[in-house]
């Protein structure tokens, strides 16, 4: 449908309708959520952010650690 036939379509409506096609206008303004591109996963920037830090080498082990120094297990 172009521009020209969608504001026939509009003005064709009755004026309830009208009115809820200008509120949905008015909704799709306000979102302001421009979408972005996805990023491949192991390109998002939260994959690596701790890699700098040597704790993180054996992850395991970390997360080991910080089960028995917190729960005991």
């Known amino acids: 449908m172009t521009n020209e036939e969608l504001l026939r379509e509009i003005a064709s409506l009755p ?15 306000s979102r ?4 972005k591109p996805k990023l491949p996963l192991d390109e998002e920037p939260v994959f690596g952010m701790w890699s700098d830090r040597d704790e993180m080498l054996d992850s395991t082990a970390w997360v080991r650690d910080i089960r028995e120094t917190h729960w005991g297990k």
């Open 32 to 35: 302001k959520t421009p979408s």
């Open 15 to 29: 004026a309830a309708a009208k009115l809820k096609v200008e509120k949905y206008v008015d909704y799709l303004r």
